[in-house]
């Protein structure tokens, strides 16, 4: 569905015409006369889903050298970097000059998370985790992470270095400011009457706090 949004945004706020715009599905075979009419075509925008990404990257998103930009969408996804969605999305962009990640949430667990995004934004600056958790974080003792540690709160005065270094290199926009048009938030308690199965479940949960389900 996401890819289909994207394609009708650029048609909104850019001059790409339909024949500019390729949204990469279907078999291998299709999406390799895919990534092969792009890569001939003088304007273009490929859209590519973070699981065809991952598919097709060590053979046919090689083509990256031809393009001008990426932008990575949801790119929260990139704090797991062993995945091979990551490894696809840091392999594709390194020979793209100009790269954007987009996320509403840029860490998700802890503040390490933006790792993943600072090193697609800027490969050479940031080649390893360690480092900069080391730069900004204590370390914990945890016999059960490799290494027998783990990263936890700021070093002191840290946070605040780190806030002030991605400032320089990111905007933060928020939704009241950006989709003024919106209503303000509603709530509504709306009551439903509960089957008798549900109803078992529910009186079970009471009793006991707990509850087989079949």
């Known amino acids: ?15 790409f015409t339909e024949e500019d715009i390729v949204i990469v599905n279907g078999t291998q075979a299709k999406r390799l006369l895919q990534y092969y009419e792009a890569k001939v075509k003088e304007k273009y ?15 046919y998103l090689k083509l990256g050298e031809y393009y001008d930009a990426m932008i990575v969408d949801e790119a929260h996804f990139l704090r797991n970097l062993k995945s091979d969605r990551t490894k696809a999305i840091f392999s594709i962009g390194k020979n793209v000059p100009v790269r954007y990640a987009l996320t509403g949430t840029p860490a998700v667990q802890h503040p390490k998370d933006i790792y993943g995004i600072l090193k697609f934004l800027y490969p050479n600056r940031f080649k390893s985790v360690y480092q900069f958790c080391d730069q ?44 003024k048009w919106l209503p303000k938030i509603t709530h509504q308690t709306i009551t439903l009457d509960m089957t008798a199965k549900q109803q078992k479940l529910y009186n079970q949960m009471r009793k006991e706090f707990v509850a087989e389900i079949d």
């Open 1 to 15: 569905f996401l890819k289909y949004q994207w394609h009708d945004e650029f048609l909104r706020w850019s001059d």
């Open 45 to 59: 925008v490929a859209i590519v889903s973070y699981d065809t990404a991952k598919l097709d990257y060590k053979k």
């Open 136 to 179: 900004f974080f204590e370390r914990v003792f945890d016999p059960f992470a490799y290494g027998n540690y783990t990263y936890g709160d700021f070093k002191p005065y840290m946070e605040e270095d780190l806030q002030n270094y991605l400032s320089c290199m990111s905007v933060q926009r928020q939704t009241k400011d950006v989709m």
